[in-house]
Protein backbone atom coordinates (compact mmCIF):
# COMPACT_ATOMS: atom_id res chain seq x y z
CA UNK A 1 0.00 0.00 0.00
CA UNK A 2 1.62 3.00 -0.73
CA UNK A 3 1.41 6.52 0.95
CA UNK A 4 0.89 9.95 0.10
CA UNK A 5 4.68 11.91 0.85
CA UNK A 6 4.19 15.41 1.75
CA UNK A 7 6.06 18.07 -0.22
CA UNK A 8 9.63 18.24 0.12
CA UNK A 9 10.36 21.44 2.73
CA UNK A 10 12.56 22.96 -0.45
CA UNK A 11 9.07 23.57 -2.74
CA UNK A 12 10.59 21.32 -5.00
CA UNK A 13 6.76 19.21 -5.09
CA UNK A 14 5.31 22.51 -5.64
CA UNK A 15 7.78 23.54 -8.63
CA UNK A 16 6.94 20.34 -10.29
CA UNK A 17 3.41 21.51 -10.01
CA UNK A 18 3.89 24.35 -11.65
CA UNK A 19 3.37 26.72 -8.88
CA UNK A 20 5.56 29.77 -7.70
CA UNK A 21 5.91 29.66 -3.89
CA UNK A 22 8.62 32.27 -4.18
CA UNK A 23 8.10 35.87 -2.34
CA UNK A 24 8.44 38.68 -4.66
CA UNK A 25 11.46 41.04 -3.79
CA UNK A 26 10.89 42.22 -0.29
CA UNK A 27 8.82 40.05 1.15
CA UNK A 28 5.64 41.80 -0.33
CA UNK A 29 4.26 41.54 -4.25
CA UNK A 30 5.28 43.98 -6.32
CA UNK A 31 2.76 45.82 -8.42
CA UNK A 32 0.26 48.70 -7.72
CA UNK A 33 -0.84 51.27 -10.45
CA UNK A 34 1.98 53.26 -10.34
CA UNK A 35 4.20 50.25 -10.91
CA UNK A 36 1.93 49.33 -13.89
CA UNK A 37 1.80 52.42 -15.39
CA UNK A 38 5.79 53.11 -15.82
CA UNK A 39 6.29 50.09 -16.70
CA UNK A 40 4.01 49.99 -19.82
CA UNK A 41 5.82 53.47 -20.35
CA UNK A 42 9.18 51.90 -20.70
CA UNK A 43 7.48 49.03 -23.14
CA UNK A 44 6.17 51.93 -25.29
CA UNK A 45 8.46 53.11 -28.02
CA UNK A 46 5.87 56.68 -28.51
CA UNK A 47 6.20 57.55 -24.83
CA UNK A 48 10.58 57.17 -25.48
CA UNK A 49 10.24 59.33 -28.63
CA UNK A 50 8.40 61.98 -27.09
CA UNK A 51 10.53 61.36 -23.79
CA UNK A 52 13.47 61.90 -25.89
CA UNK A 53 11.38 65.11 -27.34
CA UNK A 54 10.90 66.33 -24.79
CA UNK A 55 13.96 66.15 -22.16
CA UNK A 56 15.91 67.94 -25.69
CA UNK A 57 13.68 70.86 -25.72
CA UNK A 58 14.11 71.12 -21.69
CA UNK A 59 17.89 70.45 -21.73
CA UNK A 60 18.34 73.03 -24.60
CA UNK A 61 15.53 75.60 -22.91
CA UNK A 62 18.06 75.45 -19.42
CA UNK A 63 21.36 75.45 -20.71
CA UNK A 64 19.96 78.45 -23.55
CA UNK A 65 23.02 80.52 -21.63
CA UNK A 66 25.54 77.82 -22.59
CA UNK A 67 24.51 76.81 -25.55
CA UNK A 68 23.60 80.00 -27.46
CA UNK A 69 26.95 81.55 -29.61
CA UNK A 70 25.35 84.94 -29.20
CA UNK A 71 22.74 87.09 -26.14
CA UNK A 72 19.18 87.25 -26.64
CA UNK A 73 18.93 90.85 -27.43
CA UNK A 74 22.30 90.84 -29.13
CA UNK A 75 22.97 92.12 -33.19
CA UNK A 76 26.27 90.66 -34.31
CA UNK A 77 25.54 90.43 -37.81
CA UNK A 78 23.80 94.12 -38.56
CA UNK A 79 25.91 95.26 -40.98
CA UNK A 80 25.58 92.05 -42.88
CA UNK A 81 21.98 92.78 -43.77
CA UNK A 82 20.64 95.05 -46.92
CA UNK A 83 17.25 95.91 -48.19
CA UNK A 84 17.85 93.28 -50.78
CA UNK A 85 19.30 90.15 -48.51
CA UNK A 86 19.53 88.20 -45.62
CA UNK A 87 22.53 85.96 -45.33
CA UNK A 88 21.15 82.46 -45.06
CA UNK A 89 22.43 79.36 -43.56
CA UNK A 90 26.22 78.67 -44.10
CA UNK A 91 26.45 81.81 -46.07
CA UNK A 92 28.50 83.32 -43.18
CA UNK A 93 31.34 82.22 -40.45
CA UNK A 94 29.81 81.84 -37.50
CA UNK A 95 26.29 82.21 -38.17
CA UNK A 96 25.56 79.10 -39.17
CA UNK A 97 21.90 79.38 -39.63
CA UNK A 98 22.03 82.43 -41.07
CA UNK A 99 20.09 85.76 -39.72
CA UNK A 100 17.18 87.29 -38.81
CA UNK A 101 16.19 90.73 -40.77
CA UNK A 102 17.67 92.71 -37.86
CA UNK A 103 21.26 90.92 -38.15
CA UNK A 104 20.57 88.43 -34.74
CA UNK A 105 22.40 85.15 -34.90
CA UNK A 106 19.15 82.72 -36.14
CA UNK A 107 21.09 79.83 -34.11
CA UNK A 108 20.89 81.63 -30.66
CA UNK A 109 17.35 83.27 -31.21
CA UNK A 110 15.86 79.49 -31.54
CA UNK A 111 17.89 78.61 -28.61
CA UNK A 112 16.62 81.43 -26.40
CA UNK A 113 13.50 81.23 -27.61
CA UNK A 114 13.04 77.37 -26.28
CA UNK A 115 13.74 78.87 -22.90
CA UNK A 116 11.04 81.87 -23.43
CA UNK A 117 8.49 78.58 -25.05
CA UNK A 118 8.87 76.14 -22.11
CA UNK A 119 8.17 79.09 -19.46
CA UNK A 120 5.28 80.03 -21.06
CA UNK A 121 4.36 76.82 -21.73
CA UNK A 122 4.65 75.37 -17.92
CA UNK A 123 3.40 78.56 -15.83
CA UNK A 124 0.06 78.96 -18.17
CA UNK A 125 -0.53 75.22 -17.97
CA UNK A 126 0.39 75.42 -14.02
CA UNK A 127 -2.07 78.35 -13.32
CA UNK A 128 -5.05 76.38 -15.31
CA UNK A 129 -4.25 73.20 -13.67
CA UNK A 130 -4.42 75.24 -10.38
CA UNK A 131 -7.46 77.02 -11.21
CA UNK A 132 -9.35 74.13 -13.38
CA UNK A 133 -8.54 71.52 -10.02
CA UNK A 134 -10.08 74.20 -7.94
CA UNK A 135 -13.41 74.49 -9.61
CA UNK A 136 -13.46 70.75 -10.34
CA UNK A 137 -12.82 70.03 -6.73
CA UNK A 138 -15.39 72.32 -5.37
CA UNK A 139 -18.23 71.16 -7.83
CA UNK A 140 -17.17 67.45 -7.35
CA UNK A 141 -17.66 67.85 -3.29
CA UNK A 142 -20.80 69.50 -2.59
CA UNK A 143 -22.65 68.68 -5.63
CA UNK A 144 -25.81 70.27 -5.85
CA UNK A 145 -26.18 73.86 -6.20
CA UNK A 146 -22.82 74.37 -5.98
CA UNK A 147 -22.25 71.83 -9.05
CA UNK A 148 -24.63 73.58 -11.08
CA UNK A 149 -23.43 77.14 -10.52
CA UNK A 150 -19.78 75.95 -10.86
CA UNK A 151 -20.48 74.10 -14.04
CA UNK A 152 -22.50 77.12 -15.53
CA UNK A 153 -19.42 79.27 -15.37
CA UNK A 154 -17.09 76.37 -16.84
CA UNK A 155 -19.75 76.54 -19.62
CA UNK A 156 -19.55 80.12 -20.16
CA UNK A 157 -15.87 79.88 -20.69
CA UNK A 158 -16.36 76.77 -22.59
CA UNK A 159 -18.73 78.72 -25.19
CA UNK A 160 -15.96 81.18 -26.75
CA UNK A 161 -13.15 79.49 -28.57
CA UNK A 162 -10.15 78.73 -26.60
CA UNK A 163 -7.69 80.60 -28.84
CA UNK A 164 -10.10 83.71 -29.17
CA UNK A 165 -10.75 83.47 -25.59
CA UNK A 166 -6.43 83.85 -25.05
CA UNK A 167 -6.73 86.62 -27.42
CA UNK A 168 -9.41 88.88 -25.53
CA UNK A 169 -7.80 88.61 -21.98
CA UNK A 170 -4.16 88.98 -23.45
CA UNK A 171 -5.44 92.27 -25.38
CA UNK A 172 -7.37 93.27 -22.10
CA UNK A 173 -4.35 92.89 -19.73
CA UNK A 174 -2.08 94.51 -21.95
CA UNK A 175 0.93 93.17 -24.44
CA UNK A 176 3.53 91.65 -22.12
CA UNK A 177 4.68 87.64 -21.26
CA UNK A 178 2.82 87.84 -18.04
CA UNK A 179 -0.37 88.41 -19.60
CA UNK A 180 0.27 85.61 -22.24
CA UNK A 181 0.24 83.05 -19.73
CA UNK A 182 -2.27 84.28 -18.10
CA UNK A 183 -4.55 84.32 -20.90
CA UNK A 184 -3.37 80.49 -22.09
CA UNK A 185 -3.99 79.28 -18.15
CA UNK A 186 -7.53 80.81 -18.67
CA UNK A 187 -8.45 78.78 -22.02
CA UNK A 188 -7.61 75.63 -20.28
CA UNK A 189 -9.55 75.98 -16.50
CA UNK A 190 -12.52 74.84 -18.10
CA UNK A 191 -10.86 71.26 -19.38
CA UNK A 192 -9.07 70.38 -16.05
CA UNK A 193 -12.50 71.50 -13.96
CA UNK A 194 -14.97 69.09 -16.09
CA UNK A 195 -12.22 66.65 -16.25
CA UNK A 196 -11.69 66.52 -12.28
CA UNK A 197 -15.18 66.83 -11.63
CA UNK A 198 -16.33 64.16 -13.87
CA UNK A 199 -13.38 61.57 -12.59
CA UNK A 200 -14.48 62.88 -8.83
CA UNK A 201 -17.93 61.61 -9.59
CA UNK A 202 -17.45 58.33 -10.61
CA UNK A 203 -15.29 57.26 -7.52
CA UNK A 204 -18.23 59.06 -5.53
CA UNK A 205 -19.69 55.39 -6.08
CA UNK A 206 -16.41 53.32 -5.43
CA UNK A 207 -17.12 50.66 -2.70
CA UNK A 208 -14.08 52.51 -1.17
CA UNK A 209 -15.78 55.32 -0.63
CA UNK A 210 -19.31 53.90 1.29
CA UNK A 211 -16.91 51.70 3.44
CA UNK A 212 -15.33 54.96 4.46
CA UNK A 213 -18.56 56.40 5.05
CA UNK A 214 -19.88 53.73 6.92
CA UNK A 215 -16.73 54.22 9.26
CA UNK A 216 -18.49 57.64 9.88
CA UNK A 217 -15.31 59.74 8.05
CA UNK A 218 -16.50 63.61 7.12
CA UNK A 219 -16.73 64.44 3.44
CA UNK A 220 -13.97 66.64 3.24
CA UNK A 221 -11.71 63.61 4.49
CA UNK A 222 -12.86 60.99 2.60
CA UNK A 223 -12.54 63.88 -0.45
CA UNK A 224 -9.14 64.47 0.18
CA UNK A 225 -7.89 61.32 1.19
CA UNK A 226 -9.24 58.93 -1.09
CA UNK A 227 -11.44 60.48 -3.97
CA UNK A 228 -8.95 63.24 -5.29
CA UNK A 229 -5.77 61.05 -5.40
CA UNK A 230 -7.80 58.30 -7.22
CA UNK A 231 -9.32 60.99 -9.54
CA UNK A 232 -6.21 62.99 -10.63
CA UNK A 233 -4.88 60.53 -12.88
CA UNK A 234 -6.27 61.90 -15.82
CA UNK A 235 -5.89 65.10 -15.10
CA UNK A 236 -2.36 64.87 -14.87
CA UNK A 237 -2.69 63.12 -18.37
CA UNK A 238 -4.95 66.36 -19.64
CA UNK A 239 -1.72 68.69 -18.56
CA UNK A 240 0.73 66.98 -20.49
CA UNK A 241 -1.04 67.10 -23.58
CA UNK A 242 -1.89 70.85 -22.64
CA UNK A 243 2.01 71.93 -22.64
CA UNK A 244 1.67 71.18 -26.46
CA UNK A 245 -1.53 73.25 -26.77
CA UNK A 246 -0.08 75.62 -24.55
CA UNK A 247 3.29 76.20 -26.98
CA UNK A 248 1.46 76.36 -29.81
CA UNK A 249 -0.73 78.99 -28.66
CA UNK A 250 1.72 81.01 -27.14
CA UNK A 251 3.19 81.15 -30.50
CA UNK A 252 0.04 82.58 -32.32
CA UNK A 253 -0.31 85.63 -29.15
CA UNK A 254 2.93 86.53 -29.65
CA UNK A 255 2.32 86.10 -34.23
CA UNK A 256 0.06 87.91 -33.38
CA UNK A 257 1.75 90.88 -31.68
CA UNK A 258 -0.19 90.24 -28.16
CA UNK A 259 3.65 89.00 -26.33
CA UNK A 260 5.38 92.42 -26.17
CA UNK A 261 8.80 92.65 -25.75
CA UNK A 262 11.22 94.38 -28.50
CA UNK A 263 11.31 92.72 -32.22
CA UNK A 264 14.46 91.35 -32.02
CA UNK A 265 13.46 89.76 -28.81
CA UNK A 266 13.88 85.94 -28.87
CA UNK A 267 10.41 84.23 -29.15
CA UNK A 268 9.96 81.58 -31.60
CA UNK A 269 5.57 83.04 -32.70
CA UNK A 270 7.60 86.49 -32.70
CA UNK A 271 9.86 84.96 -35.26
CA UNK A 272 7.13 84.05 -37.11
CA UNK A 273 5.60 87.08 -37.07
CA UNK A 274 9.01 89.29 -38.49
CA UNK A 275 9.60 86.46 -40.74
CA UNK A 276 6.77 86.44 -43.19
CA UNK A 277 7.35 89.55 -44.27
CA UNK A 278 10.80 88.40 -45.73
CA UNK A 279 9.46 84.82 -47.10
CA UNK A 280 10.38 85.68 -50.89
CA UNK A 281 14.13 86.62 -49.99
CA UNK A 282 14.53 84.46 -46.83
CA UNK A 283 12.35 81.67 -46.37
CA UNK A 284 13.76 79.84 -43.51
CA UNK A 285 13.36 82.65 -41.01
CA UNK A 286 9.96 80.99 -41.24
CA UNK A 287 10.31 77.71 -41.39
CA UNK A 288 13.04 76.94 -38.75
CA UNK A 289 11.21 78.47 -35.73
CA UNK A 290 7.96 76.89 -37.45
CA UNK A 291 9.65 73.40 -37.30
CA UNK A 292 11.09 73.92 -33.66
CA UNK A 293 7.51 74.98 -32.61
CA UNK A 294 5.79 71.67 -34.43
CA UNK A 295 8.47 69.10 -33.17
CA UNK A 296 8.32 70.58 -29.59
CA UNK A 297 3.99 70.06 -29.68
CA UNK A 298 4.42 66.88 -31.24
CA UNK A 299 6.75 65.41 -28.35
CA UNK A 300 4.52 66.39 -25.54
CA UNK A 301 1.48 65.26 -27.58
CA UNK A 302 3.65 61.84 -27.77
CA UNK A 303 4.01 61.47 -24.04
CA UNK A 304 0.77 62.51 -23.02
CA UNK A 305 -0.99 60.41 -25.43
CA UNK A 306 1.26 57.48 -24.17
CA UNK A 307 0.47 58.10 -20.49
CA UNK A 308 -2.98 58.06 -21.00
CA UNK A 309 -2.86 54.84 -23.01
CA UNK A 310 -0.75 53.35 -19.86
CA UNK A 311 -3.20 54.76 -17.48
CA UNK A 312 -6.20 53.49 -19.07
CA UNK A 313 -8.08 50.38 -17.29
CA UNK A 314 -9.45 49.01 -20.61
CA UNK A 315 -5.57 48.79 -22.04
CA UNK A 316 -3.55 48.15 -18.58
CA UNK A 317 -4.29 44.03 -18.65
CA UNK A 318 -3.12 43.83 -22.23
Not at 132 to 138: S, Y
Not at 260 to 289: H, S, V
Request: net charge neutral.
Amino acid sequence: MSAVLPPAADGSAASQAGVDLAPAAGGAPRGGFWHDVFRRLRRNPTAWIGAVIVLLFVLVSLLAPLLAPYAETALPGARQITPTSIPGPGEIDGFPLGLDRFGGDVLSKLIWGAQSSLLIGVVSTAYGLIGGMLLGLIAGTFGGWVDNLVMRLVDILLAVPSLLLAVSIAAILGQNQNSVMIAIGVAQVPIFARLLRASMLQQRSADYVLSAQTLGLGRGRITMSHVLPNAVGPVIVQGTLSLATAVIDAAALSFLGLGGGRPETAEWGRMLTYAQAELAIAPWLAFLPGICIAVTALGFTLLGEALREAMDPRTRGR
